[in-house]
């Protein structure tokens, strides 16, 4: 064991650019605790100060040149230490892998470009846990080391300094817990709570220990008391010493004492449970304005020379917005309202230049089609990745020529199934067509239409008031949702004695079948104090009348029907597509209610043997419990010889039951930002989150084996439709037969 131990003092301010503030008040604070910062260098010749995010210091950049200058002049010295390397400190369980690559990727250039250096220290001291795959993602990028605070001591048993290693095995770096606050308003309170507990908790074979100190946001930094306590106690006793310092040397102090550090495997959870659903609006505005950034990208990269000359720059705005906007209290849900409305804005912002690019991209490859003399629809799949299923079309058809027989044709004249929908135009005839493609990735082609009678497509469809089948499934609704899901194809009831045996029988599903539920949720925005929702029931969505068919075709086939809880409405449609082993759901809920947690809940009849998460850029085995999980993506649970998959670009947690029921969150209605032990009283008009419309898509795959095939292309299908444009290039004239 080492006799020696030295205290690596690292003086920061956490800055929360937005919060229990507005955005205006975020830029103040970054100004203010950027000029004190230079202040205190100047003043305190050995003073290190430590500041992350891109963010911070571009306000400073583009407000106030000459204090830029200053900072510049502080790093190049080494006494302006620059850890994190990312736009801010996001969450790090709700944004995507390609959101995590592009703060490694924009964050390390913007520093290497604009203060020459290079940042190894990955740091998000307050982000509410860390993903499963995060290590992978920072070695990507060169970052060997990272720093935290959450989970707490409370709340996760770790040791302080470890070897994290993600999930697949694929990445690893040295990380360090930090004892006590990561905000220390004063020298009491840093030698009392930090400096007591970091050695309370120090590796001794190591022999140093990185300890924080500064106070956060509003003008923050290292107060004056705390810089002339540790230059008072630099010789703190005969075997500690305390020396200003910073990550980066104290991970460095960690290698050179070649000391094998315990490794940690998998995510670090749990703080804030209840952030991984509050205020549906930003995180389901977050993955639309992620999935479209990343496709407009990728469309300008493959095509250059379809894309606006000034792609790279609407781009880089595109991903600044959506990236600052993964700000730990911005998409964990956790702000004041009126924030969310710019928050709103800058995501529409995101969401309009990436728009942009695919709609120039994709009307511009429509333009080059051949002449033709049938109308056509141009299919464009606009993203990395094969997309196999129905694509909704819009086709313009004129009133006169809706009489007249219709069909569909591929490029080569060979009729295409189709079926037409009902359209969302509700005063004249325009309908909706469902067409199927398979495209590769960024693959096009062109479907023509022709006014011809079109051959009968067979089917393995059948649907009936209240049920759906095909090849691979069968299910059937009742008021409060879903019965029964049957796998295999359904066999016609030979007598009265089986169809009352089927009648009883509710296949995977277990009793009470799917449905809706409102659960009690006394917990604060954050759900502090819980791990898990499994507090009272307080009603199931019942049907306000019975299904209806909504689609009947050789594509697929809909139930419709509108259900209602207390003075929440939620309009579901039901829909078996043929030839897919899937059950797509779309639900508009508008909802009224408050302190409640929203779960669709769907029991399971087998023993599960294990339980699947999506997460960020991989998966992850967890187990079943009361416990709430952040899930991207999908969740699922398989047994011997059956396996159910929920998949879900517009839920973000859930939870497995002990006895495999999994409960998905569609949402959680407290007070914004409410923190306890501040107390909501009866009559207090604070604004409630999630009130209003809620859209929701979710799929259930199912089968007798877990299938990540099946599951990917349909959250694909989810997230990442086909761009449909209309060409009439060549087409002389309207043609009637
Ligand atoms: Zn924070």
């Keep these: 064991m080492n006799k020696k131990m030295t205290v690596h003092m690292f003086g920061n301010a956490h800055l929360d650019p937005v919060w229990l503030w507005n955005l205006r008040s975020g830029v103040d604070e970054a100004l203010n605790t950027c000029r004190i910062a230079c202040e205190l260098l100047d003043e305190y010749p050995d003073l290190i100060i430590t500041r992350g995010e891109v963010w911070v210091y571009k306000q400073a950049k583009e407000l106030a040149p000459d204090l830029f200058k200053r900072m510049v002049k502080h790093v190049e010295k080494g006494r302006l230490q620059v850890v994190n390397g990312w736009m801010v400190q996001p969450d790090c369980n709700l944004p995507t892998a390609d959101s995590f690559?592009?703060?490694?990727?924009?964050?390390?250039?913007?520093?290497?470009?604009?203060?020459?250096?290079?940042?190894?220290?990955?740091?998000?001291?307050?982000?509410?846990?860390?993903?499963?795959?995060?290590?992978?993602?920072?070695?990507?990028?060169?970052?060997?080391?990272?720093?935290?605070?959450?989970?707490?001591?409370?709340?996760?048993?770790?040791?302080?300094?470890?070897?994290?290693?993600?999930?697949?095995?694929?990445?690893?770096?040295?990380?360090l817990r930090v004892s006590g606050s990561y905000s220390v308003a004063n020298a009491k309170q840093l030698h009392e709570i930090n400096i007591r507990r970091a050695l309370a908790t120090a590796n001794w074979d190591v022999g140093h220990v990185l300890v924080s100190y500064g106070y956060g946001d509003h003008g923050g930094g290292p107060t004056r008391d705390q810089i002339e306590w540790i230059m008072e106690h630099r010789d703190y006793s005969e075997d500690i010493e305390i020396i200003f310092s910073h990550p980066r040397k104290f991970f460095d102090a960690v290698k050179s004492s070649g000391v094998q550090l315990p490794v940690v495997q998998g995510e670090l959870h749990y703080h804030a449970v209840g952030c991984y659903s509050v205020v549906h609006m930003v995180k389901q505005e977050m993955r639309r304005s992620e999935v479209v950034t990343t496709q407009a990208e990728?469309?300008?990269?493959?095509?250059?020379?379809?894309?606006?000359?000034?792609?790279?720059?609407?781009?880089?705005?595109?991903?600044?917005?959506?990236?600052?906007?993964?700000?730990?209290?911005?998409?964990?849900?956790?702000?004041?309202?009126?924030?969310?409305?710019?928050?709103?804005?800058?995501?529409?912002?995101?969401?309009?230049l990436a728009n942009e690019i695919i709609t120039?991209?994709?009307?511009?490859?429509?333009?080059?089609?051949?002449?033709?003399?049938?109308?056509?629809?141009?299919?464009?799949?606009?993203?990395?990745?094969?997309?196999?299923?129905?694509?909704?079309?819009?086709?313009?058809?004129?009133?006169?020529?809706?009489?007249?027989?219709?069909?569909?044709?591929?490029?080569?004249?060979?009729?295409?199934?189709?079926?037409?929908?009902?359209?969302?135009?509700?005063?004249?005839?325009?309908?909706?067509?469902?067409?199927?493609?398979?495209?590769?990735?960024?693959?096009?082609?062109?479907?023509?239409?022709?006014?011809?009678?079109?051959?009968?497509?067979?089917?393995?469809?059948?649907?009936?008031?209240?049920?759906?089948?095909?090849?691979?499934?069968?299910?059937?609704?009742?008021?409060?949702?879903?019965?029964?899901?049957?796998?295999?194809?359904?066999?016609?009831?030979?007598?009265?004695?089986?169809?009352?045996?089927?009648?009883?029988?509710?296949?995977?599903?277990?009793?009470?079948?799917?449905?809706?539920?409102?659960?009690?949720?006394?917990?604060?925005?954050?759900?502090?104090?819980?791990?898990?929702?499994?507090?009272?029931?307080?009603?199931?969505?019942?049907?306000?009348?019975?299904?209806?068919v909504e689609d009947r075709g050789p594509l697929r086939a809909t139930l419709a029907n509108t259900f209602r809880f207390d003075h929440s409405v939620i309009l579901w449609r039901i829909s078996v597509d043929a030839g897919e082993p899937v059950v797509r759901m779309r639900l508009r809920m508008n909802w009224q209610g408050a302190h409640q947690i929203v779960k669709l809940v769907v029991p399971v009849s087998f023993k599960v043997n294990e339980r699947l998460d999506g997460i960020p850029g991989g998966t992850l085995k967890r187990p079943l419990s009361t416990q709430e999980y952040p899930i991207q993506n999908f969740t699922s649970v398989t047994g011997d010889e059956q396996s159910v998959a929920i998949v879900s670009a517009d839920c973000y947690g859930g939870d497995v039951q002990p006895d495999g029921t999994i409960r998905l969150t569609m949402l959680r209605c407290p007070v914004y930002a409410n923190h306890g032990p501040f107390e909501v009283r009866e009559g207090d008009l604070f604004?409630?989150?999630?009130?209003?419309?809620?859209?929701?898509?979710?799929?259930?795959?199912?089968?007798?084996?877990?299938?990540?095939?099946?599951?990917?292309?349909?959250?694909?299908?989810?997230?990442?439709?086909?761009?449909?444009?209309?060409?009439?290039?060549?087409?002389?004239?309207?043609?009637?037969?």
């Design 298 to 352: 990728g469309l300008a990269r493959r095509f250059p020379d379809l894309a606006p000359p000034d792609a790279g720059e609407r781009l880089n705005t595109a991903w600044e917005k959506v990236l600052f906007n993964q700000f730990h209290d911005i998409m964990d849900g956790s702000s004041i309202e009126p924030a969310y409305r710019h928050v709103g804005d800058e995501l529409g912002q995101a969401k309009v």
């Design 687 to 737: 604004p409630v989150t999630d009130q209003g419309y809620h859209e929701y898509e979710i799929a259930l795959v199912v089968g007798k084996r877990f299938d990540q095939e099946t599951i990917d292309a349909e959250s694909h299908r989810q997230t990442n439709p086909v761009v449909v444009s209309e060409a009439t290039l060549g087409m002389p004239s309207f043609h009637l037969p």
């Design 360 to 548: 120039h991209v994709t009307r511009r490859q429509m333009l080059q089609e051949p002449p033709c003399e049938h109308q056509r629809l141009v299919m464009a799949n606009v993203s990395n990745r094969r997309f196999r299923g129905l694509v909704t079309c819009e086709p313009w058809i004129r009133a006169d020529a809706l009489q007249s027989p219709l069909s569909f044709t591929d490029p080569d004249g060979k009729p295409v199934p189709f079926q037409g929908i009902v359209g969302r135009a509700t005063g004249n005839h325009q309908e909706w067509y469902l067409i199927p493609a398979d495209l590769g990735p960024f693959g096009k082609t062109a479907i023509q239409l022709r006014h011809e009678e079109p051959p009968a497509f067979p089917s393995t469809l059948k649907i009936t008031e209240d049920s759906i089948s095909n090849e691979h499934l069968a299910i059937r609704v009742n008021n409060t949702g879903i019965q029964r899901i049957h796998l295999g194809r359904e066999e016609e009831p030979k007598d009265d004695e089986q169809r009352a045996k089927m009648k009883k029988d509710t296949g995977l599903l277990g009793s009470g079948g799917l449905l809706i539920v409102s659960f009690r949720d006394l917990t604060d925005a954050w759900s502090h104090g819980v791990t898990g929702f499994s507090d009272v029931c307080l009603g199931t969505f019942r049907q306000c009348g019975p299904w209806r």
């Design 101 to 175: 690559r592009k703060h490694c990727e924009l964050g390390k250039k913007w520093f290497r470009d604009n203060l020459g250096v290079d940042v190894t220290v990955g740091y998000n001291i307050d982000s509410f846990g860390h993903n499963a795959m995060l290590p992978a993602f920072l070695n990507e990028f060169g970052f060997d080391s990272y720093v935290f605070s959450r989970p707490g001591q409370h709340e996760m048993d770790l040791p302080f300094l470890f070897s994290w290693r993600s999930v697949d095995g694929k990445g690893m770096v040295n990380a």
